[in-house]
Every structure is written in structure tokens, then in C-alpha cells.
């Protein structure tokens, strides 16, 4: 009896709450149903700021953030007071400004790719190429190290198997293990991962200018290059005036999973950008406070460049970035 | 359109298909060279006689590779996430980019920019890691999966097909008096699946390869991926192959089936990469589509 009381007073109070929730305003209901995920980008992306008082106390793994000693502003001054940190930090932003600028200024080559790629006459071909060139990107940065390693290593790699077969050499040369032009290896390594897939979207944006100007300019006896100056390429800037303010938005955040990967104690000087030193400082290191320093600084940075590349989107396309 | 050919037009179409045949020929020749070397005789592998064409066929590589302590277990990690990790997503991703296409959400400007933002922000690594370990999300399958539910390029792609959706189509629904979540299920799921098919390819490859979370959250061997694994054989081969050779099961292989430290690393790269080669030519179209969506918005 009892039982059966409660369930049915169970079910009132449930049918209660849903005759609450069917007279709801639409976008209060909309917002209650967003709810659980809206959290769960509160949790993950913004809870972690509270994780900024760090910088401010001798914090250590395991520690109470109230055991731990207040420092104030100790970490932030030691980037320019501490000749040792100053210069790290130098090595370090000169990396990261030489590998984003280096991108910057080989964002023309998918451009390139896209409309050299859509002069070709067989489309069967075109597809195959678009195809296979852009499989690279579909691997990780662990593949792309190890496919770099079988082709240029001393011993199993193909390009010095190539060699001593053809007679070109005596002994194997060590590619991998120079330490010049670390930059130029690692730009090489994102294009070649990198440029079949980035090239999609201007062929896409290709496929769209209006055909008939191709047709009148011809008429009017230009060439292939002068339709493709004159046409082609202004028809792409929009598309690639948006991903350079994306790239100048994310000047400072290169990632670090290839320099992670391609990492070693000989080419460290020249490889580790500030997400990488972030990551050797903190995780490796343990030393949490400058750590957290460092990437609450590159945040504030990045935020900036952000909002400065939506303004410069906003007066020149009329449109935003975010 | 007919072009002439003349002979400057025809050095131009020469010229331009060799180079991008050479440019070709360079993303896919060394999985090509991987490949042969993990299927030859592990003795002209060993000697450098495997340049061009494989010899001596054998597949003993791939057996011998899942004897390897922990290689089972990470393919199964790899795999459970893989699967888990996009379902979730694909919920959590698609859910509220509907929700966020609704004009009459509470405050809806607000709450897309709070998600979009996050693309392009966050509080930096280390508070990241000590939020995971308070949240107990170290050494937990979990990581691998909640964080990524709710994705600001998923939930983009997803937003910006609904909005392309007819109206009348939900309307009519609404009048019949279908709430929000029949309408989703019933209504946009179906007319969806295109763009689902597309998150769903891009979450998986993502999930696959995803390599530095393990990197900062898991310290036991039992949460490692593939991923993870590979990278560990590639820096310490030669430890690996010792091991190998030292087997029991190894002992009475004949040289042509003896793993050396270089099969070890190209048989592993192999088992890698072979899913995502598997299932590439099949979906490269939801990529293309995928990412001509997401071009309409950043």
C-alpha cells in the first residue's frame, strides 16, 4: 500500500515538474537543455583559470594552494630581473615568432596548389592528387616521426639506402642528427603534412568564381597567366585574407605536439616554442609557478592578438572572426 | 571549354603534372616503403636490400608485434576511445549547436561566444593539468573522453548546417505540439546526417591520433594509446627488440623472421596508420565537405 502511495505520489510530483517545464518560456526551456553541456565547457575551459593564483604562491604538486607560500608578483619580475630566465625567455619567443612567421609566409603555397591543381585537365587525375596529397594530414605528429626516421636515417632510412645503391656515396650521411636549419626542417615537415589538405579550401572557393569571366577574358585575349592574376586570385583573397588574421591570431600559439615529438638535446635550443618551454618548465621541470607565469602571459597575449585580427576582420570585411 | 593546344600549353600541362606527381609521390611513397619493409624477409630488411619492391614475403612481423607487452591493451584504449570519444561528441557537439541555432535561446549570443571563445583561449597548460588532477581526471579512461564532448568546431559545422535547414519543417512539428528534443531527434538528426557523417570522421581520426593527453594525464601503462606506445618504442628500439630476441617464442625463429629494432618501429607505425589508410578513401568527401562548412565561419 504504502509502497504503491509513494510511487504514484512519485509520478504526481514528476508529471508536476514536467507540466512546469512544458509551461516554460521556449527560451528558458532551450536554455535548461543546454545546461548540462554549457557546464561542461564551464568546467573544462574556464574552471582552469582559477588555476592563475599558481603564479602568485610557492605552489608544489600535491601541496594545499593555503600551505604554500605567497610570492606575489616574485615569477613575473624574475623574466627580466633573472638573467637566466630573461634569456631563456628570448631563445624561446625568438622560436616561436621564427616558426609562426615562417607559416605566415608560406601561406601563399596553398593558393598556389589550388590553382595550379585546377588548371590541370583530367579531373580523374585532379581527384587523385587532391586525394593522396592530403592523407598526410591525417596522421599524427608520432607517424609523421616515424615516417621522417624511415625515410632519412642512417642505416634503414630509404633516401640513404638510395644512395649507397646508386653509388652516389661511401658511407651514410646522418641527416637527422644536424642541428642546422631546424627551422627549415620543421617548416618543410608542416608542408609536407600540411599543404594537400589546406589547398581544399581554396579549390573549393575556386569552384565558385563566376566561369563566364574566364570566358569574357579569353574572348578579350588574355592568357593563362592574366586570367589567373586578374580573376583568380583576387577571387581567393577573402578566403585567404580570413586565415592569415587566423594565423595572426594564433601568432603565439604554435602547439607543441611537433616539437615535442622532433625534440631532442641538440636541436632543443631551436625547437622549443612557449608552449613546449611551458611544458619542460612546469611538467618536467615541476617548477609550476613560472610555468604558470609564462602561459598566463601568452593567454593575455593571445587574447589581444585575437580581438586585434577580429577588429582588422571587422573594418576591412565588414564580417568577424569569432 | 576547349583550350588550344599549342606547344607552350602543352610544356605548361607537362611541367604541371610533374610537379605535383613528384609532390604526390612524396606523401604516399613512405608509407609505400614502410609497408614492404614490414612484409620482407627480416634479413634484407636488416641488410638494406629492401629499396623499392618487397622480397621474401612474410607477415610474422604483425604476430610477433602483439606479443609485445602492452600493445594489445593500448589498441584496445585506442579503439574505446575512438569509439566512446565520438559518440560523445557527436552528442554533446550537436545538441547544443541546435540549441545555439534557436533564436529565442535565453541569451544566446552570449553563450555561443562563451563556447567559440574557447577555440582561440584557454588558461594555459599547467592550470589546465592541475584542474584535471583535482577533478581526479589523471590516470582515468575518462580524460580521454569528457573534456572533448563538447567541441567548438563540431558544434560550428553542426550550427551552420541546421541554420541551412527549412524552417517550415520544424514549424510544422512544432504546431503538431513536438517539443525541442522530439523535433532534434526526429526532425534535424535525419536531415543531418550528412554533416553528422562528417564530425563523426573528423572526432575519430582526432581521437585516433590524439597523443599528448596522454602525455600530460596518464603515468600507468594501462591507460596508454597506440599513439603513446609508438612513441615510446620509437625512442627506446633497440631495448625492445633485446626483449623480442630473448623470448622464448623467439628463439627458434629463423633469421628471416628475427625482428630487428628498425621492423619493430615500422611494423608499430604500420598497425598505426593502417586504420586511418583503411578508412581515408571512403570518407575523404565528408572531409571536404566538412571543412568547406567550417570555412563559412573560421
Known sequence: MLQSDARQHGIQRRTGIVKQFVGMRPGTKLFLLSAPFLLLVFIFSYLPLYGWIYAFFEYRAGLKIFETKFIGFKYFL????????????????????????????????????????SEMRSKKIRGIIQTLSTLPNFISWILVYSVVWSMFSVGDGFLNRLLLTLNLVDTEINFLASTEHVWLTMLGYQI??????????????????????????????????????????????????????????????????????????????????????????????????????????????????????????????????? | MK????????????????VFALFTLACVFPFYYIFINTISDNHLVKTGKILLLPSGIQFSNYLQVFQLRGLGNAAFISVARTVLGTLFTLVGSCFLGYTLSKGEMWQRKFWYR????????????????????????????????????????FLILFKTYVESIPASLEESAQLDGAGYMVRFVRIVLPLATPIIATIAVFASVGQWNSFLDTVFLMR??????????????????????????????????????????ASIRMTISMVVVLPILFVYPFFQRFFVKGIMIGAVKG
Open chain 1, 192 to 322: 609536407w603534412k600540411g599543404l594537400g589538405w589546406s589547398a581544399i579550401m581554396y579549390l573549393a572557393a575556386i569552384t565558385s568564381i563566376d566561369q563566364e569571366q574566364y570566358e569574357a577574358a579569353t574572348v578579350d585575349g588574355a592568357g593563362r597567366f592574366r586570367c589567373i592574376w586578374h580573376i583568380t586570385v583576387p577571387g581567393l583573397m577573402p578566403t585567404y585574407f580570413v586565415l592569415l588574421l587566423l594565423s595572426i591570431a594564433n601568432f603565439i600559439n604554435n602547439g607543441m605536439e611537433q616539437y615535442f615529438v622532433f625534440q631532442n638535446p641538440m636541436n632543443k635550443a631551436f625547437i622549443e616554442v612557449l608552449d613546449l618551454y611551458v611544458y619542460n618548465k612546469g611538467m618536467i621541470g615541476n617548477n609550476i609557478p613560472y610555468a604558470t607565469v609564462v602561459s598566463m602571459l601568452k593567454s593575455i597575449v593571445s587574447i589581444v592578438l585575437l580581438f586585434t585580427a577580429n577588429k582588422m576582420s571587422k573594418s576591412v570585411r565588414g564580417e568577424s572572426i569569432l
Open chain 2, 220 to 261: 600507468q601503462s594501462k591507460f596508454f594509446t597506440l599513439q603513446y606506445v609508438l612513441y615510446q618504442y620509437l625512442n627506446e628500439v633497440n631495448a625492445v627488440a633485446a626483449t623480442l630476441r630473448n623470448s622464448p617464442t623467439a628463439q627458434h625463429l629463423d633469421p628471416s623472421k628475427l625482428l630487428s629494432p
Open chain 2, 114 to 153: 562563451f563556447v567559440i571563445i574557447t577555440m582561440y583561449f584557454n588558461a594555459g597548460l599547467i592550470p589546465w593539468y592541475v584542474t584535471m588532477k583535482n577533478l581526479g581526471l589523471t590516470n582515468n579512461f575518462w580524460a580521454y573522453v569528457l573534456p572533448g564532448i563538447v567541441s567548438p568546431f
Open chain 1, 78 to 117: 624574475s623574466l627580466v630581473n633573472n638573467p637566466v630566465t630573461a634569456s631563456e625567455i628570448v631563445r624561446v619567443l625568438r622560436n616561436t615568432f621564427v616558426m609562426s612567421f615562417l607559416g605566415i609566409l608560406t601561406s601563399w603555397m596553398p593558393v598556389a596548389f589550388a590553382i595550379f591543381l
Open chain 2, 3 to 18: 583550350k588550344r593546344r599549342n606547344p607552350s600549353e602543352t610544356m605548361f600541362q607537362l611541367l604541371n603534372y610533374a
